[in-house]
Every structure is written in structure tokens, then in C-alpha cells.
């Protein structure tokens, strides 16, 4: 190689860089795809069509006056190459035409000086200014010189030649391996294969989207190029999911300025907010549209996108090589948590079913719908609510033994169980990807200062040297300039989650006001001759406190929405005003803040149902109020079934219906408006480059995959948290992320413009967040069960008080007696009628009226008590103990895994320093040379009669010495 190892990489220096630190970048750790990545997917057909391939190079001359469209539809394919026909386009730069003088002046001499900087680099340029249009573009192609020098930099991990592959190894090492295994790995191997064969209808087809198989990969190094598998044409040896990460690479650290003292105007993003660029972006591989060329995308829609496919298993290598490992991790979590949620929507379902079954026997339902029982009720508000009969709740009883039953304590503690094994499960199958995808060694770069810090910080005369890039930067102190900036977005933060509590306030005073509106309603409905209305009456009267809970649910999911669209728009607005450096910090303190927000907004009225209604209620003649008015009560059928409506109407509906109109619907309607406001032609659209077209799309910001995290981990928590009154949760989720997955892939692969293929090793702080849920779930289902369920009541009075040990009687056992005569003035009922009705029941354990201490709490409400903080107690222990044990028997990196690296890098070492020692003798490195030193190499290690491996010294001279040299 022509280039000189210490040449100096153009960058932003500190007073102490000198020519010897350019090369110090601290360096993402990234990774390129083995070849077969780039060949396998641009080689896929349509349904077995004509293979082609996409880096062909094409008589661009002509090909740039054809209409777009058919260049789409072409064999060839989309055009993707500078006007030559040799230059690949990597990267995409755009700018608008529109403004003020001044201001284009400006922007024109930046851009000036950045694309100086950028060919001083070794970048191709080439312009695409059309007359008349607003925008124009800027192609950017980056030589396979440029491209293995920051690829060393960069320690980007490539495909060394055949013989050196994993697979040949793995031969080598079979070689060694006996018939006999332990018992356990012969036990696991069963169950996986059991496993493959049930999920094999699932299994996309491999003749069409062909696998892409793991190369042996080592880090990128000049020094070593003939250990690399280089084709003859070398600009095909980086794929293009690399090529643009390291143009990126590249456009970030260029200055567009040669003012000293503006040190930190630098970088596209910088560029792209003060608008001297409007976007940059690399371009999509082709059209996704049936009849266009076959195409990585046009793949990945069809086989993956495509709702014919949504019960297969996601192309994940495919998604990988096309949109980068950040957005391949989010769609492998997605689908891992699918797979999941298979296990516990059966389960749920079941115990739905069990519940359905045992209603109708339940003994119970049978007594709150036997009218010879005659329970007369309290009146449910003061005043001109009516006495009742217990009966009229029948079918709210029957409904509440649906979910509230033994069952549903089975299935709280199947949940906690199954959101430990998801979490250590998927830290196993992350790190499996982590080694598939050379993410094992990933290191984060040093993220340069963000465009907007430096933009707000523009008239800041403090500089301070950051300790890690030697730059000087705007430097903010802390107690003076942050410090209050800080308090007031907090104090900011505490309203706006006081007014998620204050509209739960508001559905409150809603269910109290409705429910008393309906019972006088129905009480003062006139004598008439309709039969319908009097049927109407009778079943607004009868399902009244059903009516109730669905419209304030519904009318609580708009307030969830509304609230949402103002949390979304402040928390962006504070978190600006924090100013804080880098993007990690910025990502970090937004998750805090919308998740902080959303999960008071959607869970406080959840919360609220769960563990404070019908808690302190008094008892007639002597109800607590709040705000002059009386509390809201439990139903008959107790809280646990309003609670599970709400549960219904919030996650599905805000999910299933408003997720996806939001997602879908709105961006169809706007697209279409935008077709009726501002009409094209036909030669207009076929006029369009590629990469016209693509700017036309949605910009792929930041943020697209934070709220498609942030939707996932509040169904989560819906899940966990409150799983014990929704048994029928998880398949509502099951279906939910079926249609979701789709509709996200179709979102990346049709409506966004292609994302930098961004490197990260694992989702991030979600996992955290993920891991707190899971934990607080089970303190929360244990207080469910032990309060708002009558689980423990049940219970108490089977064992205690049941001279059967039966639940005969036990709705009379928790029906209190109230005497009507100790009404006060105030409250006493005043219909017409109300007089005859010389007591009522309620539903507290209290003594009667006749008692020593009428109306004190009754010696089985102690026992309940007792019982349900017991229970609590034990449930909380038991099963955090339980699930630290799993996590700690369940090891996070597979036994199998660890081997497997060890043994690559170990292999690769030696690999490498054999053949240097050869160079450094002068002997030429062949293909027979590191064939045998390989087969040297495999020779160290044999295999026990137990399935592990052993590492052996070298062969001696004598078979004696060779079996007493097992180290």
C-alpha cells in the first residue's frame, strides 16, 4: 500500500495534537459483513428470477437522461453510480437553493469549504445542480484507499480468505470430537432440535432468501492484507452498509470553517442545523415496488415487510447487512419478545377459559343472582339513589368470577416467573448475536459535542478543555448556568405529571356523577306503554355501573392521547433547554423524562382502580367524603373486573387502534393530500434520480426507534405490572406485535429514508428500565391478588369461618347489616318508599347493629387483614428468590458461546503470528502454509469423553510423553 501508516488523519486538534495523535481516534468497533452478506442478498430473485447484481456498473452517460422509473424496473437496476459508471455512490448530501442572499452566501462558502476539506480527505465528489429545482444534491464516493485506511482506524472486522474460515476450522476440530456426551448436552441438544422442527413451517424459504452465513472475521489491517479475502475488483470488498458508516465517519469530523476561533464548526450534523445542508443520507439499493429490479430492498419488502410473511421468522442477517445493527437488535428483540409471549398467551388463554368454565358454578355468583336471597343494598349515592337488589349484579358477578378465581394467582406467579426467564433468555440470545454480528469487543466512540449544544452556546466567552478530546469547547458552570436550568425542567416535570392525576381526579368525579345520573334516571323514568322503553330503562338500570366504567375508561384513553401529544412536545422543549453535550446524554435524560411521563399518564387511573378505590369508603350513615361528595365503592362483583376493563380498553385500544392509525393511517392521508395540493406530472415523476426520490421520503431521524422502544416497554409493563387481573393480556400483546413488526418494517423499507447503518451492541438503558418493571411487577401483582381480588376473603373464610369448608354463604358472610333508622337527616334517602326499607346490606366485614361495637370492624375483617399481608409477605419473597436463582442459574453468555470465542480469537492470534514469523523469514505465505497451520493449531486441543475440550502441548517424540502432556 502506497499509504503512509502515520499520515495524518485531517481532524479538529487540540493545542498538544501533533502529528503522531492524529491517528488516536477513539474508534467504533465496527464491523463489516462477510462478502457473502453483500453477494447473498444482491443476488436474491423475485420468486427465482434473474439474478443480478447491483454494483454493475452501467453507461451512466446515457442512463442519466432515462426516466427513473424505468431504470427501476431495469435488470441493472436503480442507478447508483457517479456520472463515469464506476464511482459508487456511498453518501447523498443535499441543500436548498431557497432563502436569503445573505444567508445562501453564507452557507455556500461553509459548503465550500467543507467539500475542500472532504476531497483533501480522499472523497469523490460530484454535483447534481438541475435548473429551476429547489433542491440540489451532492453525490460522495469514497475510494477503496480511503476506505481501508479508516477501516483500519476504525478496526472494522472483515472476512479473511476461505481457508482461514470458521468452518474450516470447525472441521478440524470435529476431527477430535468422540460419540460419547454427557447426559445434559445430549438432554438440550433433543429439545433444540424438537424445537428447530416445530418452528420450521415458520422458517422463511431458503432457496429464495438465501442465509447469510458467518464468516471468520479479524480486525481490518493494511499490514495484513494476505489474510484478507480481496476479490480482484477491490471496491466490492466493502459492503455498502460499511462503505457509508465510514463516509459518515468521515462527514463528522470535516470543519466548514477556517476561522480558528470557531474550532467547533464542524461535522454534517453541525451543518445540517444551521441549514447549510438540509439532509445526508445513503441511498436505497433500489425500488421497493413489484416489477422493479430484484434489489436488497425490494427483498426485504417482500420477504420481510410483506404481510404474507408476518407469521415467518424476520430475515435478521438481511436487516442487519441493510439497515445496520441498531435498528437488526430492535427488530430481534421485538420478535424475541413475540416468541415469548407465545408461552404466556396460551397460559392466559387457559386460565381465561377455566374462568369461563367455573362462573357458572361458582358458589358465590350463585348466591349474588339467587333472588330468593333477597338482599336489599344500601343506596349507592345520598339522597335520591334508590335501595337495591343485590341480584341486579348478577351478570357483573358472574363476569368478576371470569378473572377473579384461584387460577389467577397461578397465573401472577407463571408472569413474574416468565418476565425473568424473557430478560435472561434474551441476554443469551444477544449475546449470541452479539458474536454473529462481531459485536463481542464493540467499543463506543467518543461522541463529538452536539450541534444544537454549540449552537445555543455560540455567544459563551468560558471555554473549558475536554479531558478526553483535548478540544476546547463552551464550557457552562454548573451552580450558576445549569443547576437552575435543572430545577425549573424538573419542578417542570412534577406539574405535568400532577395533571395526569388531576384528569384521573376528573374520570372519578365522572363515575360518581354518571353512576348516581343513571340509577335516578331510571328510578324517574315515566309510565309508558313502550315496551322498549321500559326494556331500555331496565337494562340501563341493571348494567349501570358496566356503563359507567366503559365511558370513563374510553374518555380516559382521550385524555391519555391528548396527554401524550403535550408530554411529547415538552419533554423535547425542556430537555433542549438542559443543553447537555453529547447525543447519549440527550437520548439518556429524553427516556427519562417521556418514560417518567407516560408511565404516570397511563398507568395513575390503572393504579388508582388496583389500590385505592373502595378502600376508604366508610359505611352508611358515616361515609368518607372527598370534596363533599362520597367516595367511589367496589362493585358487587368486587374492583377486580373494572380494573380489568380498563386494562382492555387502554392497552388494546391505545396499541392496537391509535398506534397504528398514528403509524399508518396519518401518514397515508397526508401523503395523499399532498398528491391533491401540489399535483405532478407523469414525465415530472419519471424525471426523478434516485436520489431526488429518496430525499421525497421521511427523514430517518434519532428518535424513529426510541418511541417504537418506548410503546414496546409500556405494553410490558401493562403486562406485568397489573397481569393478574388481564389473563388475556399477553395474547392481546401477541397479536398487537405481529401487526407491529409489519408495520415497522414496512415503515423502514417503504416510508423512511435509508438510515446510516448505526453499530450498537444491545438496546441500550431499556434493558434497565425492562429490569426495574419486571421487578416492581412483582410487588404490584402481590398486592393485587392480597387487596383488590377477593382471593385472600375467600380463602380466609373456606378455612376459618366455612362450616363446610365450602363457599356456601359467603357473600352473606361479607354483606354487613346497616340499620336504616341511624341514617342522619342529611343522607337519608328521601324517594317515595324509602321509609319501608328497615335495613340494608353493604359490603364490609363490620359488626351489626345490635352488636357491643355496632359498626366496628368485625374479627374476620382482622383475619383478612392479617391473611392479605401475609400473603404478601410471602408471595414477595418466595418469588424473588425464586427468580434470583433462575437468573443466577441461567448464565448470561452460553457455555457453548464462550467456548466458541475463546476459541476464534485464539485461533486468529496464532493464526497471525505464524504467518508473520513466515514473512519475517522471508518464505511466502501460501494458501498449503496456513492450511498447515491450521491443522497444527487443531491438533492442541482433544475432546473428553464428557464433551469438553482440553488443551494438549505439542506432540512429543515419544507416544509416552504425548499422553502425560494433557495440561
Not at 443535499?94 to 476539506?117: C, D, I, M, Y
Not at 438496546?763 to 412483582?778: E, F, K, N
Not at 486468529?908 to 514469523?917: G, P, Y
Not at 502454509?929 to 491450521?934: L, R
Amino acid at each position: 500500500m502506497a499509504e503512509d501508516k502515520g499520515e495524518k488523519i485531517p481532524m479538529l486538534e487540540s493545542k498538544e495534537s501533533d502529528a503522531n495523535d492524529s491517528l488516536n481516534v477513539t474508534a467504533d468497533t465496527a464491523e463489516d459483513s462477510p462478502l457473502t452478506s453483500n453477494e447473498v442478498m444482491q443476488s436474491q430473485t423475485n420468486g427465482g428470477g434473474k439474478q443480478v447484481s447491483a454494483d454493475t456498473p452501467k453507461n451512466v452517460e446515457e442512463e442519466e437522461e432515462e426516466d427513473a422509473d424505468v431504470q427501476d424496473k431495469r435488470p441493472s437496476g436503480r442507478n447508483m453510480f457517479f456520472k463515469d459508471g464506476k464511482k459508487r455512490i456511498d453518501y447523498i448530501l443535499a441543500w436548498s437553493t431557497e432563502g436569503k442572499p445573505e444567508k445562501l452566501a453564507h452557507s455556500q462558502e461553509a459548503r465550500a469549504v467543507f467539500e475542500e476539506n472532504l476531497e483533501q480527505e480522499g472523497l469523490k465528489l460530484e454535483k447534481d445542480e438541475k435548473e429551476g429545482e429547489e433542491v440540489h444534491f451532492l453525490k460522495v464516493h469514497a475510494p477503496y484507499e480511503v476506505l481501508t485506511r479508516y477501516a483500519e482506524i476504525l478496526k472494522v472486522r472483515m472476512p479473511v480468505k476461505k481457508s482461514l474460515d470458521l468452518d474450516k476450522i470447525q472441521q478440524k476440530y470435529a476431527k477430535l470430537e468422540t460419540p460419547i456426551k454427557a447426559v445434559s448436552t445430549r438432554l438440550w441438544d433433543t429439545m433444540t432440535n424438537i424445537t428447530k422442527k416445530v418452528f420450521t413451517p415458520f422458517q422463511l424459504d431458503e432457496e429464495v432468501v438465501k442465509p447469510i452465513k458467518r464468516r471468520f472475521n479479524v480486525a481490518y489491517s493494511r499490514d495484513k492484507e494476505y489474510l484478507f479475502d480481496i476479490p480482484d475488483d477491490r471496491e466490492k470488498y466493502f459492503d455498502h452498509a460499511t462503505r457509508s458508516r465510514i463516509v459518515n465517519f468521515i462527514l463528522r469530523r470535516k470543519s466548514f470553517s477556517k476561522a480558528k476561533e470557531k474550532a467547533y464548526s464542524f461535522g454534517i450534523n453541525k451543518m445540517i442545523a444551521d441549514g447549510h445542508y438540509t439532509d445526508a443520507f445513503p441511498l436505497h439499493e433500489g425500488h421497493w415496488k413489484p416489477g422493479s429490479a430484484d434489489n436488497d430492498r425490494k427483498l426485504l419488502f417482500d420477504y420481510w415487510a410483506n404481510w404474507r410473511n408476518c407469521f415467518k421468522i424476520q430475515p435478521l442477517d438481511h436487516v442487519r447487512a441493510y439497515f445496520g445493527e441498531k435498528i437488526a437488535i430492535y427488530f430481534a428483540w421485538l420478535g424475541f419478545y413475540m416468541q415469548m409471549l407465545i408461552p404466556a398467551s396460551i397460559i392466559g388463554l387457559i386460565v381465561f377459559i377455566y374462568g369461563c368454565v367455573i362462573s357458572g358454578n361458582s358458589y358465590p355468583a350463585n348466591e349474588v343472582c339467587d333472588k330468593s336471597k333477597n338482599f336489599t343494598m344500601c343506596p349507592l349515592c345520598d339522597f335520591q339513589c334508590p335501595y337495591w337488589k343485590l341480584s341486579a349484579a348478577c351478570s357483573h358477578a358472574r363476569a368478576s368470577r371470569i378473572f377473579d378465581n384461584n387460577a389467577t394467582v397461578f397465573f401472577a406467579i407463571f408472569m413474574s416467573f416468565w418476565g425473568t426467564l424473557f430478560l435472561e433468555f434474551w441476554k443469551r440470545k444477544e449475546a449470541a448475536l452479539q458474536f454473529k454480528w462481531d459485536l463481542t469487543d464493540f467499543v463506543t466512540e467518543e461522541q463529538p459535542p452536539r450541534p444544537e449544544f454549540l449552537a445555543k452556546l455560540e455567544h459563551i466567552t468560558t471555554y473549558k478543555e475536554h479531558p478526553i478530546t483535548g478540544i476546547k469547547e463552551p464550557h457552562l458552570p454548573f451552580w450558576r448556568r445549569r443547576f437552575p436550568i435543572y430545577l425549573m425542567s424538573w419542578t417542570a416535570m412534577l406539574f405535568l405529571a400532577f395533571l395526569a392525576i388531576v384528569a384521573v381526579v376528573g374520570v372519578i368525579a365522572y363515575r360518581i356523577s354518571t353512576l348516581a345520573a343513571l340509577q335516578v334516571l331510571t328510578r324517574n323514568t315515566p309510565v309508558t306503554n313502550s315496551t322498549f322503553i321500559a326494556s331500555t330503562a331496565e337494562v340501563i338500570y341493571q348494567n349501570a355501573s358496566l356503563v359507567t366504567t366503559v365511558t370513563a375508561a374510553c374518555i380516559n384513553l382521550l385524555i391519555i392521547v391528548i396527554l401524550n401529544i403535550i408530554y411529547n412536545r415538552l419533554a423535547f422543549w425542556l430537555t433542549d433547554m438542559e443543553c447537555l453535550r453529547t447525543q447519549k446524554e440527550y437520548d439518556d435524560s429524553i427516556t427519562l423524562k417521556l418514560f417518567s411521563l407516560q408511565f404516570v399518564n397511563y398507568y395513575s387511573s390503572i393504579i388508582y382502580i388496583a389500590f385505592f378505590k373502595g378502600r376508604m369508603v366508610g359505611r352508611p350513615g358515616k361515609y368518607a367524603t372527598l370534596f363533599g361528595g362520597r367516595q367511589e365503592e367496589c362493585e358487587a362483583g368486587g374492583c377486580l373486573i373494572e380494573l380489568c376493563i380498563q386494562l382492555a380498553i387502554i392497552m388494546t385500544g391505545k396499541q392496537l387502534i391509535v398506534n397504528n392509525i398514528v403509524e399508518i393511517l396519518i401518514p397515508k392521508i397526508i401523503k395523499w393530500i399532498k398528491r391533491k395540493i401540489w399535483p405532478e406530472t407523469k414525465e415530472q415523476k419519471m424525471s426523478r434520480s434516485p436520489w431526488e426520490k429518496d430525499y421525497r421520503l421521511q427523514p430517518a431521524e434519532t428518535t424513529s426507534l426510541f418511541y417504537e422502544y418506548l410503546e414496546m416497554i409500556l405494553q410490558f409493563g401493562f403486562l406485568t405490572l397489573f397481569v393478574a387481573a388481564f389473563p388475556l393480556g399477553p395474547l392481546f400483546a401477541l397479536i398487537n406485535n405481529i401487526l407491529e413488526i409489519r408495520f415497522d418494517a414496512v415503515k423502514f423499507t417503504t416510508q423512511l429514508r435509508r438510515p446510516m447503518a448505526e453499530r450498537v451492541p444491545d438496546i441500550g438503558v431499556w434493558y434497565s428500565v425492562l429490569y426495574g418493571i419486571s421487578r416492581i411487577a412483582i410487588i404490584s401483582n402481590a398486592f393485587i391478588i392480597a387487596l383488590t381480588s377477593d382471593f385472600i376473603p375467600r380463602l380466609v373464610y373456606t378455612m376459618a369461618y366455612s362450616p363446610d369448608g365450602t363457599l356456601k354463604g359467603y357473600v352473606n358472610q361479607t354483606l354487613a347489616v346497616f340499620n336504616t333508622s341511624d341514617f342522619d337527616e342529611a343522607h337519608r334517602p328521601v324517594f317515595e318508599g324509602s321509609d319501608i326499607v328497615e335495613s340494608c346490606r353493604y359490603r364490609d366485614f363490620r359488626n351489626p347493629p345490635d352488636s357491643d361495637d355496632p359498626y366496628e370492624y368485625s374479627q374476620m375483617y382482622w383475619h383478612v387483614l392479617a391473611a392479605r399481608f401475609a400473603f404478601v409477605v410471602v408471595f414477595e419473597n418466595v418469588i424473588v428468590v425464586i427468580t434470583g436463582l433462575i437468573a443466577w442459574l441461567i448464565p448470561d453468555v452460553p457455555a457453548k458461546l464462550k467456548l466458541h470465542i475463546r476459541r476464534e480469537a485464539y485461533m486468529s492470534n496464532e493464526i497471525i503470528i505464524k504467518t508473520e514469523l513466515l514473512r519475517a523469514k522471508g518464505e511466502t505465505v501460501g494458501e498449503e502454509d496456513i492450511e498447515k497451520i491450521i491443522e497444527d493449531e487443531s491438533q492442541r486441543y482433544k475432546t473428553n469423553d464428557f464433551g469438553s475440550m482440553e488443551l494438549v502441548h505439542r506432540k512429543s517424540a515419544s507416544p509416552e510423553a504425548a499422553e502425560n502432556n494433557v495440561v
